[in-house]
């Protein structure tokens, strides 16, 4: 044991060398909101949810290291709100039409708006055209789902030990695309009971004929809050 | 404090009137809630334009059609405050899953290479409002006030919504009324 800590929100918050602020927080019992973090991968820090402010300068608390010293502000109303405007950001440039997706109550995204308090899209909707793979025999890929967190990505190469997904493309050209040479799920190595098929945050990856084994109202989040689910998954993952 | 009735008005644009069908839901709240309010332009009520003082507009469903947005805007001129009510209102719902197919190839499957249609020919009649392009959520085309999320909004979450209105309150929905499905 060390004691070393850092402050988050008034809060003494004890680290080992090498934790990062968001690995510091979750062990604590903190619950910082993010999309695109998960505690069994390498972190990628590329949805900016859990920026929070270390001795006034907005950080990714996925990926900046927990050091002696540092004053962090995680739930303050200005990173709320701005945590607020990216989600409704996911929300206008995907087409999210939560009723007709399978994941409702079991999205992270979706969860995340509810802990956020968000109630509309505020921005003007993209409704980007985007594709469905549904040619896996039982795994499909609603591309307009696709919030390009990576998760699958890294869960195929570190997990599965496969290289199924990739992210194409820069800023509004992303795109995930699958690695075969058809470019179709059904031509790549993907098993349906690979890491990768179950990462999804999203209705993004779905398991084919699963989607209403649990009828909406009895999903995770209809009645739990995201941050009491994630400490319980994710802080019990940490620990192991 | 006057004992003024409060004038809510309410229209289905492009929903489909589940939205009102969760509204009557409130059931025998109904009879309480009228003590309060009086309803202006509304299905309920086939008043066909709204006063120039409504308190409250509750709009349902999204914007597809030239009708659509009239009716929204009149909405705006005459409520104080707009209010967008469903998934459809806040982000076009099922009707925008049309917005990645191109309004001729929706028309031509609709009503000319559909399967089973006779006398195939695209409606143009001069009374029918023309489609838009594309389907928009409310917040797109006025200012919209509040949002009341839900496919539909409970029957509790309109309860929530108007008897905090009524008693002055910030309007909030706590967790388990705020759904997206």
Redesign the interface.
């Known amino acids: 044991m060390n004691n070393k800590s850092i402050v988050i929100d008034g809060k003494n918050v004890p680290f080992e060398d090498g934790q990062t602020i968001m690995q510091a927080a979750t062990a604590a019992g903190i619950y910082i909101p993010h999309l695109c973090h998960n505690p069994d991968f390498t972190p990628h820090g590329s949805c900016k949810l859990c920026t929070v402010k270390v001795n006034g300068r907005n950080c990714s608390a996925c990926t900046f290291p927990a050091s002696e010293g540092q004053n962090i502000t995680n739930v303050t109303k200005e990173l709320n709100d701005d945590r607020e405007k990216i989600t409704q950001m996911l929300f206008v440039e995907g087409n999210h039409f939560c009723p007709s997706c399978e994941k409702t109550g079991n999205c992270n995204l979706q969860a995340v708006a509810y802990h956020l308090g968000m109630t509309d899209n505020h921005f003007p909707h993209f409704f980007e055209n985007r594709e469905v793979d549904a040619s896996h025999p039982d795994v499909m890929i609603d591309h307009n789902r696709c919030i390009f967190c990576t998760l699958c990505v890294r869960a195929s190469q570190q997990e599965d030990g496969k290289n199924v997904f990739a992210i194409s493309g820069r800023g509004i050209e992303k795109r995930l695309i699958v690695n075969s040479e058809s470019g179709l799920l059904k031509d790549s190595d993907l098993d349906v009971n690979d890491c990768a098929a179950h990462i999804c945050p999203t209705g993004a990856i779905l398991i084919k004929r699963t989607g209403y084994k649990v009828p909406i109202g009895q999903r995770i989040f209809d009645h739990a809050h995201i941050d009491t689910v994630t400490l319980a998954n994710e802080g019990a993952s940490h620990d192991e | 404090m006057t004992n003024k009735k409060v004038k809510v008005a309410t229209v289905s644009l492009a929903g489909c009137f589940g939205c009102h069908m969760s509204f009557l839901d409130l059931d025998e709240r109904l009879v309480e809630l009228v003590e309060h309010v009086e309803f202006d332009r509304s299905p309920l009520t086939d008043i066909e334009h709204c006063s120039s003082d409504c308190d409250i507009g509750l709009i349902e469903g999204g914007v597809c059609n030239s009708e659509n947005v009239h009716v929204l805007r009149e909405f705006r001129k005459n409520c104080k405050i707009l209010v967008?009510v469903g998934?459809c209102a806040?982000?076009?719902?099922?009707p925008?899953?049309r917005?990645?197919i191109s309004l001729e190839d929706c028309l031509n499957e609709a009503y000319r290479d559909g399967i089973g249609v006779e006398n195939a020919q695209i409606p143009n009649d001069v009374e029918l409002p023309l489609l838009l392009d594309?389907v928009?959520?409310l917040?797109?085309v006025v200012k919209?006030d509040?949002?009341?999320?839900g496919?539909p909004p409970s029957a509790d979450v309109f309860w929530k919504f108007l008897t905090d209105l009524l008693a002055g309150r910030e309007p909030s929905?706590n967790?388990?009324l705020?759904?997206?499905?």
Do not use: Q, S
Not at chain 2, 90 to 94: A, P, V
Not at chain 2, 178 to 181: A, C, I, K
């Open positions: 967008a998934a806040i982000n076009g719902g099922l925008a899953m917005n990645h594309k928009h959520p917040h797109e919209i509040y949002f009341l999320p496919c929905l967790y388990e705020v759904h997206f499905d």
